[in-house]
């Protein structure tokens, strides 16, 4: 005998209330999760009372948008809460271990996850995906056994629905995109960290603001004829006069000197920089630091800036800057390829992941090695990814097979990955390999000890190149740098035990030192017999303290090698970089090595010019030359 499955049906007005209560405990769930200081955001709350209503809007009226559209109030009100939770949750994880909000343009590079998951403790990802299942049950437990309420006509449905989907659509068109009222709440510590401006204003209104930002605004003044004349866009003769030898350019991830602190010692273990640290005393090694877009990721910002002496940070958007790039864009690997190299990419990660299968045709490579076309995830596996002694294996490989496969010098260009964190449990039975004074939890000991362990075998990585491109005949020019620094899963916690000097809420110069990674550029004794290299690292005009934006960074290495008129673009970058050696947002540095907050007006004039180029560049040149 068959029996119906028993329903329930709700009345109207209990439901709000539920509603009501639930999205009231969501949003003071949202405030309480946030990282930071609750009484501090209590504090500015008070001051500023509206900031809870801008974060308690959207989390009511997405409840009622469900709840019409379904007329299902246990789903209306459990799955909207589900997802802040759970946006709440990703929040929190990624400030502490980048210092960095979830954004927006986050959304765009969901399927990271996947390839991380396998770095975290099994108990928590098994955990983490109990709990998903477990809500998706539950929904769906309430699509079954809950009934439209009570006297909730389809007529009711729809005009609900209607009114607050409208009431959404002119609140964001109107309050949520609204600059001036964003900008005017204070923000507690430096406004210029966006983890402060997320915590003080709240996760929930921050979010929903910077999705206006995945638009990229026309800087001010933007006319692109400006840009559409010879002096800009005239294409120079390939450059015959100027020897070419083989570059080699490679961006270690997270790759830094931090672990030169003072209360920190190596001595009975291996220095985790030791060959790095003589090497670029040498007198034909140019070294120094490139101040980078990120702290503790955006990777593809720190290459891109280098690939193209463009600087993602004045580019007004919140997206990374590969997601931007749709059509071709003249930058380094382009220009080489026009004066007859043969361009090679390599990544032992995934090719999609931040659209690099697309974006390196895009920028000039012939070829693009990945982790799925050219290595091999079992054999070449140290702490969860590609080792970093495998790829320079394949950087010497593919290297040897272009020599005897063609007479063009090669642009090999690779990003490292095996340094990835997160890094407490990122090698088995990995013993502590430095001593402290500082008391550590053994969290914090394996931590420190499995960065330590990637900065290691990153150094051996550069000893191998060097020593393998000291040996060989084919003229080398060798670029190494690191992407950003590492963003530890315990936060800002190990700056403030070893490294105080890089603060993210101090002065200026505290704050430049959170994106500042090493670089250096070497030619071994063919390359140094066939250019000027050895001249010119004598006689390039760099400050004293040789930190340079990342942008300058590839401009640089052109003009070491007398390839500066390569292009009118790099020629500018450079011009800027002799006025302005950092030229990154708000972090300026002048020659003499004096951060600033101030410029001059012809220097902010410079600034804004360059600006202007760079949108020309990436959204409006291809279709100039396309005509």
């Excluded at 509603?19 to 405990?25: C, E």
């Excluded at 994880?93 to 927006?104: G, S, T």
């Excluded at 209104?205 to 559409?228: G, H, M, Q, R």
């Excluded at 272009?402 to 007479?407: L, N, Q």
Aim: hydrophobic share 40%; charged share 20%.
């Amino acid at each position: 005998m068959n029996k119906k499955l028993k329903t329930f049906r709700p009345d109207i007005l209990p439901s709000f209330i539920a509603i009501i209560i639930v999205s009231l405990l969501t949003t003071g769930f949202m405030f309480y999760y946030s990282p930071g200081s609750l009484s501090t955001f209590l504090s500015l709350l008070k001051q500023q009372p509206a900031l809870f209503f801008l974060n308690y809007l959207p989390v009511i009226l997405s409840m009622l948008i469900i709840y019409f559209v379904t007329g299902n109030s246990f789903l209306g009100a459990t799955f909207p809460a589900g997802i802040w939770a759970a946006f709440a949750f990703c929040n929190r994880q990624k400030i502490k271990m980048r210092q960095d909000p979830v954004v927006p343009s986050d959304l765009a590079v969901f399927t990271e996850v996947k390839s991380l998951l396998k770095n975290f403790d099994p108990y928590y990802v098994k955990l983490g995906i109990t709990i998903v299942v477990a809500f998706f049950i539950i929904c769906i437990i309430e699509i079954i056994f809950i009934r439209k309420d009570k006297k909730l006509t389809w007529k009711k449905q729809l005009i609900g629905a209607a009114v607050t989907i409208g009431i959404t659509a002119l609140l964001y068109c109107t309050t949520y995109t609204n600059t001036e009222l964003y900008d005017s709440f204070m923000v507690d510590g430096n406004q210029y960290f966006k983890v402060n401006q997320y915590v003080s204003k709240g996760f929930t209104y921050s979010f929903l603001y910077d999705i206006e930002n995945l638009k990229v605004a026309k800087p001010d003044n933007y006319n692109p004829t400006e840009f559409e004349s010879e002096e800009y866009t005239s294409k120079p003769d390939v450059l015959e006069d100027v020897a070419k030898p083989n570059i080699v350019m490679i961006m270690s991830e997270a790759f830094s000197d931090i672990s030169i602190a003072d209360d920190i010692s190596f001595e009975g273990y291996d220095e985790p920089l030791e060959f790095y640290k003589e090497f670029i005393q040498r007198g034909d090694v140019l070294s120094g630091h490139i101040v980078v877009p990120n702290f503790g990721g955006g990777t593809s910002d720190t290459e891109f800036d280098v690939l193209t002496a463009c600087s993602t940070r004045y580019i007004n958007s919140s997206q990374i800057s590969y997601n931007i790039l749709n059509n071709n864009l003249e930058a380094i690997p382009s220009l080489l390829k026009n004066n007859g190299y043969d361009t090679l990419a390599i990544h032992p990660g995934y090719g999609w992941f931040y659209n690099r299968n697309n974006v390196y045709k895009l920028l000039g490579f012939d070829d693009f090695l990945s982790l799925e076309t050219s290595f091999d995830a079992e054999k070449q596996n140290k702490g969860g990814y590609i080792s970093d002694e495998a790829t320079a294996e394949s950087i010497i490989e593919n290297f040897e097979k272009h020599t005897a496969e063609s007479g063009n010098p090669l642009f090999e260009f690779c990003v490292t990955i095996q340094n990835h964190g997160p890094y407490g449990e990122k090698y088995t039975d990995l013993a502590r390999n430095f001593t402290s004074n500082t008391n550590l939890t053994e969290d914090e000991e394996a931590i420190y000890s499995g960065y330590f362990e990637g900065i290691d075998d990153a150094d051996k990585q550069i000893e191998d190149l060097v020593n393998y491109f000291s040996n060989s005949d084919e003229p080398v020019v060798l670029v190494f740098f690191g992407d950003h620094l590492p963003g530890f899963s315990n936060g800002m916690t190990y700056f403030d035990q070893f490294r105080q000097d890089i603060n993210m809420n101090g002065n200026i110069e505290e704050r430049a030192k959170a994106y500042e990674t090493p670089y250096f550029v070497w030619a071994n004794d063919a390359a140094k017999t066939m250019t000027n290299y050895s001249k010119n690292i004598k006689s390039i005009d760099l400050p004293d303290n040789h930190i340079i934006s990342s942008s300058f960074l590839g401009s640089t290495v052109m003009e070491l090698l007398d390839m500066e008129n390569i292009s009118p673009f790099i020629e500018y970058a450079n011009e800027i970089r002799r006025v302005l050696p950092v030229a990154s947002g708000n972090i300026i540095m002048y020659q003499d090595g004096t951060f600033t907050d101030m410029i001059t007006a012809d220097e902010q004039a410079m600034i804004e010019k360059y600006k202007r180029w760079i949108y020309y560049k990436i959204f409006d040149e291809y279709s100039f030359f396309k005509e």
